[in-house]
């Protein structure tokens, strides 16, 4: 069971207080009409599936609600780190140095 | 006393006898003799009968590496345990275990004619035979092999015992409590950390209960353990090293009890977070691969010394050792001094620490380098050995009672190599160790492969003059591996480890190869010409020995298995006699019968009576959501189809939510309640869902929405009065609103007082009735339902269910989502699309109504059916044809979602979803069912008040 | 190839079994094949030996970043039943079924399919609604699907409890007689045997690393741990790592991958008959020929590649084990391991042509590419020679999620209201 730090609560808690809610930084677009199906196919239903480094969504359900990402390696199950939704996608895991909201 | 128990030795309190029954024969042991040693001690060597060829064996070992002796424990009805081994079994007294997978008898097994067939039966001999002829598989072949498989007995009864869980939350979690575990424990306790040291054995020690010089300094550091507030748990195995420093752990806590004092939880589940784990789990003597190697009385030297110094039991009286280890040596010399006759020590190097030889010359000892054991004699227990100089046929013959291996030691890695830890060969151990690091995780003592004392070589099966194909060298002692079958395997191609594994299934017996997966890879190696390491390692998978089902599942049983919701009406429902239905987690009224009512019956007069009268029913359950701010209305209208910003406080509407695909997610009727607030509600199994996507879409896509989402669900009990004369019960209790059709019409809202207590009333109607949802604090639904009962009772008001709901409902083609639509349709496919906001711009789900196959003329399409026969009711789930009798594969249509006898038309109605449905009213079509076609003719799905005039009574 | 009976088993013995060759050459990749399947698992393997068998083309190799049949294949509950609910989805899964009956006997390799039956458990009128859906549509299309009452289904189920008080009441059950298992290694290696003696070249422990593609933009053969292989075709069948492989291709894929964990007991004499799977309280059981009960656990929530679950999902699936099955609360558990199951948006698989030209997919089985390992192989197969989907699979196409045109089984089983 992984351990997973809450950026809002600021604290590690048990993956079962935890719901997974998919890949991250999938931006719904302002203007659906504005897609074409294809691009709103890769909207809907494209993913990552990164093997290794994968940005993704948690939500802090059985706590304090609140939805956040995470990049965690998807070979080791490793959390990287964790940050508070609206946060900008981080680069490269030494480069970065934005809002954490809470180091792993 | 016995003649192999030993006056002034061991562990055990020999003053107090424990009787057992052993194969049904009463046997007398001693407190704290496990049945391995009490069975040792009554000279039993022979334990049970192997898997495949139903050979003698004897026990192994002395821990829960041994493969042999698999007992049945029977601890009365439902409290039967298959495949226990005996090594791990707690003396006890009205102890009563059987050997299993032998017939008639251990001694005279019918079975064991398979071992003179075994010529027949190699690794994978399934593949390629009971191929002809075809059917015979599963009516000959298959039943055969299965009732030829199999271990210990199957469960035909409940188990009544209890089991439980908890959770541990420490700074340092030490696994094993041998020395290493113990001087971990020792270090880290003076820091003030919450340390756990945990042990599988009953007693915690490891290897030092088998070494009388350091019995002292164990005492005392258990005592400085206890004394530091260390939680020290014996009979407590971690099954499994997890993400993040989670160790699951099995402790045992009335096995080792007599059934008749034992009481509380059989076993506890231990769910341990860590913020550092030390692994100190020690490491397993690895036996040795020769011709009959199986023979009862052939043992791991290490349980020898076991045996002899914890339990004071002598395994022979004439015991010859073939090592390839030094460590042997300290079991023959300590056997020695207790008085055992070595018959002789075989050691297969040639060059021999002169230490150890000047100490075996000083006990009168035959020392035999550089030869080795090429054979075993005896019918159901060793009696002598053959051996032979390496590379020499001048073979000899030694008599002995027992036949101690010494081959070296394997690191326990399991849990390690749970943890996806990296392991190294070491050359000098001929093992896998713990190599790299892990989060929270390092590995000490022998685990590590800090192994004393003393070296060894480490070789495939031993060397033999004999041809080596010619006899059975074992190396999984359980699953009757051979060193011959794996040979075989790497001549048929099966070259990496995890092929040879599961071709010859080593490894895959109740022990998990925790003595035959080291052996197996040597032989392999041997047969393949490369190095061990190069053929690689099986994984190792939890749980580290096996652990009960009840353990895992805990107290998730019967009422607890999952939580039932009830609303607070549930009790009155029961006490009326309520036949109820789960409905997602709730446990809802399907209907009342009355007397010798069946549920048509039942459902046909509470029909009739919302129609004509008045009925009653519980609508708690559905899902309710306050969704407020001033942004509300925006991101209602974000959500659902339908256009909410025009909405007048005080009015509700009927609201559509789709997901992002376009498809029908969930359904309920809202009420804005002020500028700034709507009181949602949602299907019963839909509630948490809609709320967890409402939430999504506002934290994440929409943050900048000003609107707060809080679930009442349970916070209101809602009682929906329907039929004519609904109004009439609820209005001499209701204060401070305007009842009238005027002031209050169909889909208006207000609030006032019920009973003396808050009320929200909707006026909507899920019947086709004029009809009022009156929400209530929860806290007061028992007694506001109570009050409009006895109102009613002058209207003849009648209670209904689930049932009558989805009648009345399908009278008036109201869709149920999750029963009409299945998550494939549209709104437009359920005849809804008039919930779609025409003008919006945008909303959840809107962008894929406009795909390609949204628009086709052929999508399934919500209709009507009525039947050609008005007395049959088609079953739901039927399928529709336009052609009947067509041949197989039939092309169809669609299918029946709802289907009832409505008593109000005195017919059969249905509902179904069919191609291009819309366009096919009046036509007719067939549904055609397994002994009959029954015709139906497409109608509009309304059945009844087409013109809606009822709702507004 | 020497072929397998009990005749040659019976003469090899007198040889002490010295005799018997290689089921398959360990095989070096040569400079290019006609066709390359990357993924050497029951689908893959398949597929080369229905190509060089069917198709004529035997100049083909299937490579594996590891063992063959070391993914998905040696992983599975071994589960084999055909009544889904959709025309699509009874076709492509019954296809199967027909070529899984009389396996054996094609690759001369005892796969010990076992018609054990399939019971699918109803606990709720949705799930009796449900059911009764599938077996209707399943008898309109040929596919054998019937209807017990609980008393029934415990009739051929004894450890089955239908105690109409438990939490989640047995209502009644859907039987699929033709369902049953498989011996899941013995399928990799079967095929694996009989492509290898009709020329194809299996080629394991050869991670792909790239897949090279010309100007046009058509393949032009796959980069590896081993070299460059040319080839015209690559046929992709590599379960949980598919996104990884279409990336190389430059493909973008509708797939997530998650953990999906087993176990088995210690093994017993036989007492569990058949198949039995509950969808609403989760639990999936057999009894496997050598005693083991063997139990499918739950997907855990979220991507990943690492091949381990969590403990908490074995202890939920084994509250509901023994929920349905409460004589096995005593049984113990020997071996829990974890998978990677690649599942798409409408959890029905993708198998066919992908925008690259020369690129044949079979992915997105979810967690149940197991029962379907003989039609995939064969459609696959069809595909990757005609170039063109066969008719069973032409659906099964990536298009539909531009379309909308989903193929989803689990949407219809949905539970609400």
Not at chain 2, 312 to 341: C, N, P, W
Not at chain 3, 316 to 321: D, E, Q, Y
Request: proline residues 6%; neutral net charge.
């Amino acid at each position: 069971m992984l351990l997973i730090h809450c950026p809002y609560c600021d604290e590690p808690r048990p993956e079962i207080e935890f719901g997974y809610a998919g890949e991250a930084h999938i931006a719904r677009p302002i203007n659906p009409d504005d897609l074409s199906d294809a691009e709103w196919e890769t909207y809907l239903f494209v993913r990552t599936n990164a093997r290794g480094r994968h940005f993704e969504r948690w939500r802090h359900v059985h706590g304090c609600g609140r939805f956040f990402n995470a990049v965690r390696d998807t070979v080791t199950d490793t959390f990287e780190r964790t940050y508070k939704a609206g946060v900008a996608r981080p680069g490269e895991a030494d480069s970065w140095t934005g809002d954490t909201g809470g180091i792993v | 006393m016995s003649a192999f128990r030993l006056p002034g030795r061991g562990r055990i309190d020999v003053a107090r006898p424990v009787a057992f029954r052993f194969d049904g024969k009463a046997m007398t042991g001693a407190a704290g003799d496990t049945l391995a040693s009490a069975l040792l001690a009554n000279g039993v060597h022979l334990v049970g009968r192997s898997f495949k060829y139903h050979r003698p064996r004897g026990l192994l070992g002395a821990g829960v590496e041994e493969p042999n002796a698999l007992m049945g424990v029977d601890r009365g009805p439902g409290r039967h345990t298959a495949n226990v081994r005996a090594t791990t079994i707690e003396l006890h007294d009205d102890l009563t275990v059987e050997t299993q997978n032998r017939w008639p008898s251990l001694g005279f097994d019918l079975g064991a004619a398979t071992n003179l067939l075994s010529p027949l039966f190699p690794a994978g001999f399934y593949n390629k035979t009971f191929m002809w002829p075809r059917s015979a598989w599963e009516t000959l072949y298959e039943p055969a092999i299965r009732r030829m498989a199999g271990l210990g007995k199957a469960p035909h009864a409940i188990d009544p015992d209890r089991y439980t869980a908890r959770h541990d939350f420490v700074d340092l979690l030490i696994v094993g409590a041998g020395r290493a575990g113990i001087e971990a424990a020792l270090a880290a306790s003076a820091s003030g950390e919450r340390v756990m040291l945990i042990d599988e054995q009953p007693e915690l020690g490891g290897k030092l209960l088998a070494n009388p010089a350091r019995w002292d300094w164990l005492a005392g550091a258990l005592t400085r353990l206890d004394d530091a507030g260390v939680v020290c748990l014996s009979r407590t195995t971690a099954i499994g090293l997890y993400h993040d420093g989670f160790v699951g752990a099995v402790e045992r806590l009335t096995d080792h009890l007599p059934p008749a004092t034992a009481t509380g939880p059989r076993e506890r589940l231990h769910r341990i977070r860590a913020a550092r784990i030390v692994l100190a789990t020690g490491a397993i003597e690895r036996p040795l691969v020769f011709a009959d190697n199986d023979r009862p009385g052939v043992m791991l030297a290490s349980a020898a010394r076991t045996y002899l110094h914890r339990y004071g039991v002598a395994v022979g009286k004439r015991v010859a050792l073939m090592v390839t280890h030094d460590s042997g040596y300290q079991v023959a010399f300590d056997l020695a001094e207790a008085g055992i006759g070595i018959a002789a020590i075989v050691d297969s190097r040639p060059d021999l620490d002169p230490s150890l030889k000047a100490r075996a010359s000083d006990l009168g000892l035959e020392l035999i380098p550089h030869a080795v054991v090429i054979g075993t004699h005896g019918a159901k227990a060793v009696t002598g050995i053959t051996l032979a100089p390496l590379g020499s046929r001048q073979v000899r013959k030694i008599a002995c009672d027992a036949l101690l291996m010494a081959g070296g030691w394997t690191p326990t890695v399991h849990l390690w190599s749970h943890g996806k830890g990296k392991l190294g060969w070491d050359e000098a151990l001929g093992a896998f160790v713990p190599e790299g690091e892990m989060d929270r995780v390092t590995c000490t003592g022998a685990c590590a492969g800090a192994i004393d004392p003393g070296h060894g070589v480490h070789a495939e099966a031993l060397w033999s003059p004999r041809d080596p194909a010619s006899f059975k060298a074992f190396v999984d002692l359980q699953n009757d591996v051979t060193a011959r079958d794996i040979r075989l395997a790497v001549r048929e191609g099966f070259r990496s480890i995890e092929h040879i594994k599961r071709y010859t299934t080593n490894g895959m017996a109740t022990d998990q190869g925790k003595t035959s997966n080291l052996n197996g890879l040597q032989v392999a190696a041997g047969a393949l010409g490369n190095t061990a390491p190069q053929v690689g390692l099986t994984t190792f998978r939890p749980p580290y020995t096996p652990t009960t089902f009840g353990a895992l599942a805990g107290s998730a049983k019967d009422a607890l298995f999952q939580p039932t919701r009830k609303t607070v009406i549930d009790s009155w429902a029961h006490a009326q006699g309520a036949v109820f239905e789960n409905v997602a987690q709730w446990r809802r009224a399907r209907y009342f019968p009355r007397a010798s009512e069946d549920m048509d019956a039942a459902v046909a007069r509470e029909c009739r009576a919302v129609r004509t009268g008045v009925g009653m029913f519980d609508a708690s359950t559905l899902g309710k959501i306050e969704v407020v701010g001033p942004d509300a209305a925006e991101f209602l209208n974000r959500m659902y189809t339908n256009p909410w910003k025009a909405l007048a406080p005080g009015r509700c509407r009927y609201g559509l939510l789709l997901g992002e695909d376009g498809f029908i997610r969930d359904d309920g009727v809202a009420a804005r309640l002020a500028d700034d607030r709507f009181h949602v509600t949602t299907t019963t199994g839909g509630a948490a869902r809609v709320l967890g996507m409402m939430e999504d879409y506002l934290q994440t896509e929409w943050p900048d929405l000003d609107v707060w989402l809080t679930s009442t669900t349970e916070q209101y009990a809602v009682i929906a009065l329907q039929g004519p004369r609904a109004r009439d019960v609820i209005a001499p209790h209701v204060e401070g609103v305007d009842l009238s059709p005027e002031a209050l019409p169909h889909m208006a809202y207000a609030e006032g007082r019920i009973c003396g207590v808050p009320m929200r009333l909707f006026r909507v109607s899920f019947t086709g009735e004029l009809g009022f949802e009156v929400n209530v604090p929860a806290g007061h639904g028992l007694a506001v339902w109570e009050a409009l009962w006895a109102e009613g009772q002058r209207h003849g008001i009648t209670a209904y269910g689930t049932e009558t709901m989805h009648v009345l409902r399908a009278e008036k083609g109201y869709i149920i989502v999750g029963q009409d639509s299945d998550g494939t349709l549209t709104p437009d496919d359920a005849g809804i699309g008039w919930a779609v906001g025409k003008k919006k711009l945008d909303f959840v789900g809107r962008r894929s109504l406009a795909r390609p196959d949204m628009l086709l003329p052929d999508r399934k399409q919500l209709v009507g059916l009525l039947t050609d026969d008005p007395h049959y009711v088609l079953e739901e789930g039927a399928q529709i044809v336009d052609v009947p009798n067509a041949p197989v594969p039939v092309p169809m249509i669609g299918h029946v979602t709802s289907s009832y006898h409505s008593p109000t038309l005195g017919r059969s109605i249905a509902l179904a979803v069919v191609a291009g449905g819309r366009a096919r009213i009046g036509e007719t079509l067939f549904v055609p069912m397994a002994d009959k076609t029954h015709r139906v003719t497409v109608s509009e799905p309304l059945f009844y008040d087409r013109e809606g005039a009822r709702l507004d009574g | 190839m020497t072929r397998f009976s009990a005749a040659t088993l019976l003469a090899k013995a007198i040889g002490h079994h010295k005799g018997w060759p290689a089921q398959w050459p360990d095989a070096a990749p040569k400079p290019s094949y006609d066709a390359v399947i990357v993924g050497a698992g029951g689908h893959g393997l398949g597929a080369a030996y229905y190509l060089a068998k069917k198709h004529g083309i035997t100049n083909v190799a299937v490579i594996d970043k590891g063992w063959l049949g070391g993914g998905n294949t040696g992983r599975n509950t071994t589960i084999i039943r055909s009544n889904y609910l959709y025309d699509e989805s009874a076709f492509l899964y019954d296809h199967a079924v027909k070529l899984w009956d009389g396996l054996s006997q094609e690759l001369n390799y005892n796969v010990m399919y076992s018609k054990r039956g399939v019971l699918m458990l109803a606990h709720n009128v949705h799930d009796v609604q449900s059911f009764k859906r599938h077996i209707h549509s399943n008898r309109l299309n040929g596919v054998d699907n019937e209807w017990l009452t609980a008393e029934e289904a415990q009739a051929y189920c004894p450890p089955l409890s239908i105690d109409p008080n438990a939490r989640h009441p047995v209502l009644g059950a859907a039987l699929q007689r033709r369902g049953g298992t498989a011996r899941h290694d013995s399928v990799a290696w079967g095929y694996a045997r009989g492509a290898a003696a009709l020329g194809v070249d299996i080629i394991q422990n050869c991670a792909v690393t790239g897949i090279r593609r010309g100007a046009d933009g058509a393949v032009e053969g796959v980069e590896t741990e081993r070299g460059f292989i040319a080839t015209r075709k690559i046929g992709v069948s590599a379960a949980g790592n598919s996104s990884v492989l279409m990336d190389m291709a430059g493909l973008r894929f509708p797939l997530e991958s998650f953990p999906l964990q087993a176990l088995v007991s210690e093994p017993v004499k036989p007492f569990f008959p058949c198949v039995v799977m509950s969808n609403t309280v989760h639990a999936y059981m057999s009894q496997s020929d050598k005693g083991e009960l063997v139990i499918g656990a739950g997907t855990d929530a979220y991507v990943s590649y690492s091949q381990r679950g969590a403990l908490h999902i074995v202890e939920h699936t084994l509250a509901a084990i023994c929920e349905i099955f409460p004589v096995v609360r005593r049984m113990r558990m020997l071996r829990n391991w974890g998978g990677i199951v690649d599942v798409t948006p409408d959890r029905s698989p993708i198998l066919g042509k992908t925008p690259v030209k020369g690129l044949y997919v079979n992915c997105g089985w979810g967690t149940g590419g197991f029962k379907a390992t003989p039609g995939a192989a064969d459609l696959l197969a069809w595909t990757i020679a005609k170039d063109e989907p066969h008719p069973i699979n032409a659906p099964f196409n990536l298009d539909r999620f531009r379309s909308g045109r989903l193929i989803d089984e689990a949407a219809a089983a949905a539970v609400a209201h």
